[in-house]
């Protein structure tokens, strides 16, 4: 009986995820399908801005302390072997390929990712979304399309961001705080970076971009229909879930991705 | 009599394991207002949310001009809802666009129209709604009643066919509350729209009303003139006529004491 009853949540619990994959990837269907409608463009822009231009300060104050602390590490670690020559190198290939698209993917999905699930969900529970529905305007189109363009241009440029300032913070602390030599460490850097580094980079940071935006606008659209909570409780738990999933999901992703580049 | 615009066959709907509507017979005819009263938490706006597609009934068919509006393909679906427009009972407005967005919101993402177009409609329909002061506000930033008339403003912005009105008089003074059944009652003659109303507002609502439609345990159990309603004998009728009754006592209540204290 036991055993029975274990079989059958499990069978639930893999149905559970089966239908809310295909749901997402149904609704990111739906959203990609309007990208390209010629009443988007206004509110990419906007998008652009509250996405891409507002998490600047933040991606740029991580990439920093991130090239700094690594920077740090490195120096200690290597110092031991005698191999402090290689910090431009090690760093700039952590970030480039790892770090930079990572931890901007992540910073973004806490800074701008958390506010989608709430704005949405808060649209759901006030019938915002019905009113749409009820004008004939696509409401994936209309909220989740815009928000979807403007995290793929923006995750790339942002994550070329964090690995510039992240490169500079890595001399920083390296270069100007430990004393090594600067031309040694830009040396590693220009040396040691190909172009495929780079290009994995990018795809990385699109598909985490398509990623963020479709978990975090899927949680808040569907806000009604959670089982766990109702009204402004379940805003903040779609919100919770948003972010959780696609921490979780950027990591999944990135392990994927780089088996299949490297 | 003509074919009814829109007609309820048996429309059985459950929420949450509740019968909210049980087996719903109804008919509402072209170029009418039709009224539909009930308590509270009957299934009022439920009932209203099937015309629009919002809610689809778990049994029985709603028929478009004898068409069951289930089995419209994606254009037949288009075109029946580019007829309709719907005020929502919470208002439904969106918080980060102004007053004028709002309005402006369906004629901007569903026509072609010229910026100077919109303008022109939106302002007309604000100016009639007493909100042109009001356009660059944002609706946190109004009362109650004002966003109430927003909602209004949006609903018939597009000139639509036929507008489903939910409770469109809570929370107005009463000469704002007549104005905006007055301002239903003119364009319905003017424009000549099908207007389908929830309001709790009676008997001042039967001033405008053609038909009258009482929703009560989730059955239609009246539907015919206000007149008609008057000779209804029904336990919903003796609730209303109760409490109008009673607000009657308490004003009159009022007055006896003024006069007896000499209170102006």
């Known amino acids: 009986m036991a055993i029975s009853t274990a079989f059958n949540n499990l069978g639930k619990t893999v149905m559970h995820w089966v239908d809310e994959t295909g749901a997402l990837a149904i609704f990111l269907g739906r959203s990609l399908l309007k990208v390209f409608h010629y009443r988007q463009p206004p509110f990419i822009i906007q ?10 300060h933040i991606v ?34 952590a970030l480039v390929r790892e770090l930079g698209p990572v931890l901007t993917a992540i910073m973004i999905t806490a800074r701008a990712g958390s506010s989608m699930a709430t704005e949405i969900g808060i649209q759901r529970m006030s019938e915002q979304i019905d009113a749409l529905h009820t004008m004939r305007i696509d409401s994936i189109g209309y909220l989740v399309s815009p928000r979807l363009t403007a995290c793929i ?53 699109i598909v985490f971009g398509i990623i963020v935006c479709t978990v975090c606008c899927f949680q ?43 | 009599m003509d074919t009814p615009l829109i007609e309820f066959r048996n ?18 005819y072209e170029g009418e207002v039709t009224v539909l009263i009930g308590k509270s938490g009957s299934g009022k706006s439920v009932l209203l949310k099937h015309i629009i597609g919002l809610l689809a009934p778990d049994e029985g068919e709603i028929l478009f001009r004898g068409k069951p509006i289930g089995n ?78 927003v909602a209004l403003a949006r609903a018939l912005v597009t000139d639509p066919e036929i507008v489903l009105f939910d409770e469109p008089t809570t929370g107005q003074d009463p000469v704002r509350r007549n104005a905006i059944l007055g301002m239903i009652a003119e364009y319905q003659k003017k424009i000549g729209f099908t207007a389908v109303l929830i309001s709790h507002d009676i008997p001042d609502v039967f001033f ?12 239609i159990v009246f539907q015919g003139t206000p007149q008609e309603l008057e000779g209804f004998k029904h336990p919903i009728t003796d609730e209303y006529i109760q409490s109008i009754k009673a607000f009657k006592e308490k004003v009159s209540g009022m007055d006896s004491r003024r006069h007896f204290t000499g209170q102006p």
């Open chain 1, 47 to 56: 998008q652009l801005y509250y996405i891409g231009a507002k998490s600047i």
């Open chain 1, 60 to 93: 740029a104050l991580v990439g920093l302390f991130t090239g700094m602390v690594l920077g740090l590490q490195l120096y200690y670690a290597l110092t031991r072997v005698g191999s402090t020559g290689l910090i431009g190198m090690v760093i700039v290939i």
């Open chain 1, 153 to 205: 241009i923006s995750f790339p440029l942002l994550t070329a961001l964090f690995d510039l300032i992240g490169i500079l913070g890595g001399y920083i602390s390296s270069v100007f705080m430990l004393g090594l030599n600067g031309g040694n460490y830009f040396y590693g850097v220009r040396t040691s970076l190909d172009i495929n580094d780079i290009t994995g980079g990018f795809i990385k940071a």
């Open chain 1, 220 to 262: 808040g659209y569907f806000t009604h229909m959670r089982s766990d909570g109702h009204g402004a409780k379940s805003v903040g738990l779609s919100t919770t879930s948003a972010v959780v999933i696609s921490c979780v999901l950027i990591l999944v992703a990135d392990y994927v991705i780089t088996a299949l580049i490297l």
């Open chain 2, 11 to 28: 429309v059985v709907k459950r929420l949450g394991g509740r019968i909210v509507l049980d087996g719903i017979d109804l008919q509402i």
């Open chain 2, 72 to 149: 419209m393909n994606r254009t037949e679906w288009d075109k029946h809802m580019s007829r309709i427009s719907y005020m929502f009972q919470n208002n439904a407005l969106f918080d980060s666009l102004t007053v004028y967005e709002n309005i402006a919101l369906p004629l901007r993402q569903t026509t072609h129209l010229a910026k100077k177009e919109i303008n022109k409609r939106v302002m007309s329909r604000a100016g009639q709604t007493e909100l042109t002061g009001e356009v660059s506000k944002y609706p946190s930033e109004l009362s109650g009643g004002m966003q109430k008339r």
């Open chain 2, 208 to 219: 405008i009303a053609n038909r009258v439609l009482v929703l009560y345990e989730g059955k």
